[in-house]
């Protein structure tokens, strides 16, 4: 018996030095039992509207899949990789739109299921016992990751060399860890450079960068990206379980031509207690600039769309059609252009770009309508993709997509 009691006193202090070495004992100490030794908390969430599934259900193909969608304007991918925890990432679906989008996909420092409201807990915490991220850890010096999830692939680009995609931070170390050493981090490498900053600035999106304050609204951080639901600072206002997150951001850059490389990646900082997520909107990831994607129809009507290449002067109608996400009606029609080639029809009296507004789907929203003089385009004889750029009355940029079936030599 005795030899046993001196065994268990040994195995305590190897537990006890482990937490001081990762510089997480003092703040475990304050955790409830379960959450210390990184146990699911079944917490009853039976009135939410937010659905997980992790990677014990879907595959890393099926992960990038949501991600980038279908169409046009979607990149070819290859080589995909997920290295984390099962139950660290995953797809989301929420009619409710708590985060900012009904679906897409989710990395976790712990648990997905953490996303999943209301918000009972100060504190959940899944700890996997996973090594971190040493890209992540150059992006806060002096502090080591743990728990890393990560999701990366290759892809390219048919034509736009650039590419735009939607997504939201949120975590548990809000308010009460701002400013302080528990930092989670995350980040989208892409080609080696983090394209995840906040806007207009080179500053990663992180816990001590874009936050409220704490006591919540004690000082502006970038106050306007934030979210506040911290349950003991400020109170619940949203029905998911994280204590504060970001509004949508969206994540863009310029890349190279041919095969590109991209790794989202987060982690716990500092240790391995208190879950963060990122969430990425379904289907934005996309080969186009950041604003609006907008359903365009070359030809309304005249699949498969053919064009006599051979014929500078022909007149390519184009529809920008409304749907029950955008008005075409707000789009700036002077700044519309077809690769290069803007509206044919001028007025004789003024001089200016004629409008056109017509419904021509038959589905009762008014739609634009144009007419681009193939000459005027970059298109040739091998192309097999019109692109079309433009910009609402607001100055918000649309880009819009259709197949094109150039015929003759």
């Known amino acids: 018996m005795k030899f046993k009691q001196i065994i268990f006193v040994f195995v305590l202090m190897g537990i006890l030095i482990y937490s001081c ?6 703040r475990n100490a304050n955790l409830e039992p379960q959450e210390r030794y990184g146990e699911f908390i079944e917490l009853v969430k039976e009135k939410s509207a937010c659905i997980v599934s992790d990677m014990n259900i ?24 997920y290295k984390g925890a099962n139950g660290a990432a995953g797809i989301f679906n929420d009619q409710s739109n708590v985060l900012g989008f009904s679906d897409g996909i989710v990395l976790s420092t712990g648990s997905i299921n953490h996303i999943i409201g209301p918000n009972v807990s100060d504190r959940a915490t899944m700890n996997n016992w996973l090594f971190g991220d040493t890209d992540l850890d150059a992006l806060i010096p002096n502090c080591s990751t743990f728990d890393a999830a990560v999701l990366e692939f290759d892809f390219e680009c048919a034509t736009i060399q650039e590419i735009s995609f939607e997504y939201v931070f949120s ?6 860890y701002i400013n302080s050493s528990y930092n989670d981090v995350f980040g989208f490498f892409v080609n080696g450079i983090n394209i995840a900053c906040i806007p207009s600035t080179t500053i990663p999106v992180a816990i001590n960068n874009l ?3 704490h006591p919540c609204f ?3 951080n970038y106050c306007c990206l934030f979210n506040n639901n911290d349950i003991n600072d400020g109170g619940v206002k949203f029905d998911t379980e994280v204590d504060g997150f970001t509004v949508v951001l969206t994540a863009t850059t310029r890349i190279d031509p041919g095969l590109n490389h991209i790794k989202l990646a987060i982690a716990d900082a500092g240790d391995r207690v208190l879950d963060s997520h990122v969430l990425i909107k379904s289907e934005s990831f996309i080969c186009a600039p950041p604003g609006i994607v ?3 129809d070359i030809k309304p009507g005249g699949e498969p769309n053919s064009v006599p290449c051979n014929k500078p ?9 409304s749907s029950a996400d955008f008005d075409a009606t707000t789009v700036d029609h002077t700044t519309v252009n077809l690769q290069g080639a803007y509206e044919l029809h001028l007025d004789h009296k003024t001089g200016n770009m004629k409008r056109h507004e017509e419904d021509v789907d038959g589905d009762g929203d008014i739609d634009l309508v144009f007419h681009f003089k193939l000459g005027d385009t970059d298109l040739d004889c091998s192309s097999t993709e019109g692109t079309l750029t433009g910009e609402t009355y ?16």
Do not use: H, K, Q, R
């Open 218 to 220: 004690s000082e502006d």
């Open 313 to 321: 002067n022909f007149g390519i109608p184009v529809a920008i059609l």
């Open 294 to 296: 907008v359903d365009i």
């Open 58 to 81: 879907i595959t890393p193909e099926e992960l990038v899949g949501a991600l980038i969608g279908s169409g046009p304007n979607t990149p070819v991918v290859s080589n995909i990789i």
């Open 171 to 176: 975590s548990e170390e809000y308010n009460e």
């Open 211 to 213: 936050n409220c304050g």
């Open 21 to 26: 070495e990762e510089g997480s004992l003092v």
């Open 394 to 409: 607001d100055g918000i940029p649309i880009t819009g997509f259709d197949t094109l079936n150039m015929i003759g030599s």
